[in-house]
């Protein structure tokens, strides 16, 4: 079974910092898919950002990136120049696909707070 | 497009009730799901469904049961509500197939189970 762990239960940091949420994972898929989902206190999940693991080079999407190392099975978020609106609970999510079925395995989340 | 909808947005049982998560898109998605999120965790899969009239299990489908007779609507049932199911409910649904694409989420049901 595949497992996602992020260690970081809380980060703060100040508005227009850097900041990088850490996801590690397990499985002994070779062909999977990584997402980062952002839950503001709406609780509308919100898709951030998502790679390929066959896909060599990292993916990003204006201020958000990510580092993919796949032999280290790891999968963090960088956030540059962090925005008030970047407040919320980021989830990092694994999934494969098996006829038709795309499930979703989810980090247990990093509460992130952007202070003005 | 409305996206993917849930009603009702909030709930109080009592234990022992029954009720259903009513969950609807008009994406013409196949892939359809429901999450559940506790404090503390990450959503974890309840029920999934790949077309109309096809469901299985996720990795929590104790206590409840869903069906899928349209493309639109995935239902989730609690037959017999019990303090463990307190909870918010989160219905996803994709287009489907080999490639996988974003999930669209509704905006939840918060259960709660006195």
């Known amino acids: 079974a595949q497992t996602v762990t992020q260690s970081q239960p809380e980060m703060s940091v100040q508005e227009a910092e850097t900041v990088t949420l850490s996801c590690t994972y397990d499985?002994?898929?070779?062909?999977?898919?990584l997402f980062w989902y952002k839950q503001p206190p709406s609780r509308q999940m919100i898709l951030v950002i998502r790679q390929e693991a066959y896909k060599q080079q990292n993916a990003t999407e204006n201020r958000f990136s990510v580092n993919f190392q796949k032999a280290a099975k790891s999968f963090s978020l960088k956030i540059s120049d962090s925005q008030l609106g970047d407040t919320a609970m980021y989830f990092c999510a694994f999934m494969t696909t098996f006829q038709g079925a795309q499930k979703l395995v989810f980090g247990q989340g990093t509460r992130l707070t952007i202070n003005p | 497009n409305a996206g993917v909808t849930q009603t009702p947005k909030f709930q109080v049982l009592k234990t022992g009730q029954s009720m259903t998560l009513q969950c609807a898109q008009d994406?013409?998605?196949?892939?359809m799901s429901w999450y559940r999120q506790d404090p503390g965790m990450g959503l974890r899969l309840i029920h999934y469904s790949v077309g109309a009239g096809i469901t299985d299990q996720g990795e929590v489908p104790n206590g409840y049961n869903v069906s899928r007779s349209t493309t639109e609507d995935f239902p989730l049932r609690l037959l017999s509500a019990a303090p463990s199911q307190t909870s918010v409910y989160f219905c996803?649904?994709?287009?489907?197939?080999?490639?996988?694409?974003?999930?669209?989420f509704g905006p939840g049901t918060r259960l709660t189970v006195l």
């Open positions: 996803a649904s994709s287009y489907g197939g080999l490639a996988p694409d974003e999930q669209f």
């Open positions: 499985t002994s898929e070779n062909n999977y898919y």
């Open positions: 994406m013409n998605h196949e892939y």
